[in-house]
């Protein structure tokens, strides 16, 4: 067994804010999940429709991801982030991690984790792995889905490797402080503004306040594309 020491397992209320929880406390860095999420821009909306997705979908954050590259530029963080096509090799990344006494953030599928409480595919989920033996993956997880929590290593193969909407490339990072992080205080204001200018000045009519005037105009006609509106209209976990 590999385990990570001394990593705080409390979920949060979402998972890549609780990601972001775990790798930063581990580095002495204790934010709560309101400013990881403010510092990170990561207020948003999304309206997403595509030819391989069964419905629409529409979301009130950044796409997944961008939330820790915007905290981590912010806060001068160290993001190293490995993505690969090998499953194998994908494995190999996240082991060095945790033998070496880091936790490690995942992206990947929740439908194939064991003990999600949704099975619904989502390749945007994010999760802390601290530790490994040679059956299961220990991971921390929503305070929704649990907070400690573990899975087969089989179903975090399977989670890692999904394809689809979005999904990552075996994705895994970990983030190092610098000797002197700057203060959040500081870095309130820009991000704030980053947020905002994101949100008045999208890049498509996705996105933002011209994502919302889209949705207004489409969602009336969403039950005419589903028998089963009760199972189909439902909210994606966190």
């Not at 067994?1 to 972001?20: P, S």
């Not at 500081?186 to 980053?194: E, L, Y």
Request: glycine fraction near 10%; include cysteine; charged fraction near 20%.
């Amino acid at each position: 067994m590999a385990m990570v020491k001394d990593v705080d397992t409390r979920g949060a209320q979402h998972c890549e804010t609780t990601a972001l929880h775990v790798l930063l406390r581990h580095q002495g860095i204790d934010l709560s999940e309101p400013m990881l999420f403010g510092l990170g821009s990561g207020l948003s909306f999304v309206y997403w429709d595509s030819k391989n997705m069964d419905f629409p979908f529409l979301g009130g954050r950044v796409k997944p991801f961008e939330l820790t590259r915007n905290l981590a530029g912010r806060l001068g963080l160290d993001l190293v982030v490995q993505e690969t096509g090998s499953a194998r090799k994908g494995w190999e990344n996240v082991a060095a991690a945790i033998d070496s006494g880091r936790p490690v953030g995942l992206q990947l599928d929740s439908y194939h984790l064991d003990y999600f409480t949704s099975k619904v595919h989502f390749g945007g989920h994010v999760v802390a792995l601290y530790g490994y033996d040679e059956q299961h993956a220990y991971l921390v997880d929503t305070e929704q889905q649990g907070g400690a929590v573990s899975t087969s290593l089989a179903g975090l193969a399977r989670a890692r490797a999904e394809r689809g909407p979005m999904t990552a490339r075996h994705r895994s990072f970990t983030l190092t402080a610098p000797g002197k992080p700057p203060a959040p205080r500081d870095r309130i204001v820009p991000a704030i503004t980053a947020c905002a200018d994101a949100f008045l000045d999208p890049p498509i009519a996705n996105l933002g306040h011209r994502g919302i005037e889209k949705a207004g105009k489409l969602v009336p006609g969403w039950l005419q594309r589903t028998d089963a509106p009760s199972v189909t209209c439902r909210r994606q976990p966190a």
